[in-house]
């Protein structure tokens, strides 16, 4: 059953069941744009750094190729190349960074070197002593590697037949690349770290700024249904302090309007008590001061509805009385439960004998009177009384002639058990729990108004415990309360 505070938030546009959780919602839009930002900077990151490598590459590149321009030596209009073996091995000396050469003039056309080195970009008119770096791919299909060439024009021969000489140097991009994700490994730990350590604080931000709503959400679903006592959140944020006097302002109406409601119940059961006790009383003077069968037969029938009313008002006073607002005004004390029930049996003889009935108080461990412990409970003597009595009395109207009803009393554990067992036609399943609702009956014989088994859970659970109706064997109805044993019993 929800509370009023839950029916009006169901009621409020937006606030429907199965929206997705806040936290998460915050979580995702704060966590998102630092992800974003980590793939942008890592993309940055490594951009940076391979260009800085190719900077590197290049030098070493501008350097080697000026280097073997200096072994090519003009003579006349031919070229002496002074390139010892020596000066071969040291270029190729790494078999990781493996450098390639080629010296051709005119340019394309091969002297030195390795003739599959990729040629430079087309160019109209390249300048002279200037090098030239780009990439390319030395050899081709699955053997192919990607490389970086540097290359260098050079002039030579005489004013009447000036050529040119082009020297170019690759090594392999595999250096760069290396080189490129190292920065960016170096540089990704650390950033990735960061991230991570941002993200368990925003984690932890989200929480603690959302700890407010999560209090009030245990305020609101650990409360009884007609619990509308202000939520007290005084030291909350403002946002959530705004909310709960909304909050407040809605459960203000709410109990304005139950206790109108209770109000009326209880004026109106007052006024009805008193004109009909009086109905009661004068159809009673009636039937003895009359000898007319039929007149007698119209009388009881009043008298009839008269006793039925009156119990109903009388049942609608306790119930009023059951609410919470009602038992917390009066205190609770130490009551011996068992000695409770067991008078409470001795009273409702007389009226289990008048409806042919066997009522018997016993033990649920076989203790006899003599020996019982007393069985102590925290609650409202009268209150606890009412409850009971409308339990045997249930029994006692529905069990039917013939039929035994047996009330007992036993402890388990931190709780003491009253059971109140008939032997009767029984109910049906679906029953046990419907019976429980106010106006409810399960027969329509008797005179009873439905209201009995509803105060009888009303003012059990004000003390902290439950009343359920079971099968009992072979037959018939047990219904079983369990109440908080009070400290020292």
Not at 167 to 180: C, F, K, P, T, Y
Not at 189 to 199: C, K, T
Not at 325 to 336: I, L
Not at 470 to 482: D, H, N, S
């Amino acid at each position: 059953m929800l509370s009023p505070f839950k029916r009006a938030l169901r009621s409020v546009p937006g606030v429907m069941p199965g929206t997705r959780s806040l936290h998460r919602h915050l979580l995702i839009w704060l966590l998102l744009p630092q992800l974003v930002l980590w793939l942008a900077a890592a993309f940055v990151t490594y951009n940076v750094a391979e260009r800085y490598a190719n900077k590197a590459i290049d030098a070493s590149l501008m350097t080697a190729t000026r280097a073997l321009a200096r072994q090519v030596k003009p003579l006349g209009n031919g070229l002496f190349i002074d390139f010892p073996r020596a000066a071969q091995d040291i270029i190729e000396a790494d078999p990781d960074d493996r450098a390639y050469y080629m010296v051709s003039t005119p340019p394309g056309q091969f002297i030195l070197g390795n003739k599959q080195l990729p040629g430079p970009p087309p160019m109209h008119d390249p300048e002279l002593d200037e090098p030239y770096f780009y990439d390319g791919t030395l050899g081709v299909g699955r053997d192919a590697l990607a490389v970086r060439v540097s290359a260098l024009y050079l002039a030579y021969g005489d004013a009447g037949n000036p050529q040119r000489m082009l020297v170019q140097i690759a090594r392999s991009r595999a250096s760069r690349e290396q080189l490129a994700g190292q920065i960016l490994v170096d540089t990704a730990l650390p950033l990735s770290a960061l991230i991570a350590l941002m993200s368990v604080i925003v984690w932890g931000g989200i929480r603690a700024g959302l700890a407010p709503l999560w209090r009030m959400r245990v305020l609101v679903e650990g409360r009884a249904p007609n619990d509308l006592a202000p939520i007290e959140l005084d030291a909350a944020p403002e946002e959530v302090r705004a909310l709960a006097k909304a909050i407040n302002t809605l459960l203000a109406e709410v109990q304005e309007s139950v206790s109108a409601q209770k109000r009326f119940i209880s004026d109106a059961a007052h006024q009805l008590r008193t004109p009909l006790a009086g109905l009661k009383s004068q159809t009673e003077l009636a039937l003895n001061e009359t000898d007319d069968p039929a007149l007698q037969a119209r009388l009881r029938l009043v008298n009839q509805s008269a006793a039925r009313s009156a119990h109903l008002v009388n049942q609608l006073l306790t119930l009023a009385r059951a609410e919470p607002d009602s038992a917390a005004e009066q205190g609770k004390t130490r009551c011996d439960i068992r000695k409770l029930a067991a008078d409470l049996c001795a009273e409702l003889v007389p009226r289990a004998i008048a409806t042919g009935v066997d009522l018997g108080f016993g033990f649920g461990n076989g203790e006899e009177d003599a020996g019982a412990p007393p069985m102590h409970v925290m609650g409202h003597p009268l209150l606890l009384r009412e409850a009971l009595t409308n339990l045997i009395d249930n029994a006692i109207r529905y069990a039917g002639r013939g039929k035994a009803v047996t009330v007992g009393v036993e402890a388990q554990g931190a709780h003491v058990v009253v059971i109140v067992e008939d032997n009767g036609p029984g109910l049906a399943d679906a029953d046990r729990e419907r019976v429980f609702q106010r106006f409810v009956r399960a027969t329509y014989d008797g005179n009873g108004c439905g209201l009995g088994l509803a105060i009888a859970r009303e003012i059990v659970n004000r003390h902290a415990g439950t009343v359920v109706l079971e099968a009992a064997k072979p037959q018939g109805v047990r219904a079983v309360v369990r109440l908080p044993r009070a400290k020292g019993a």
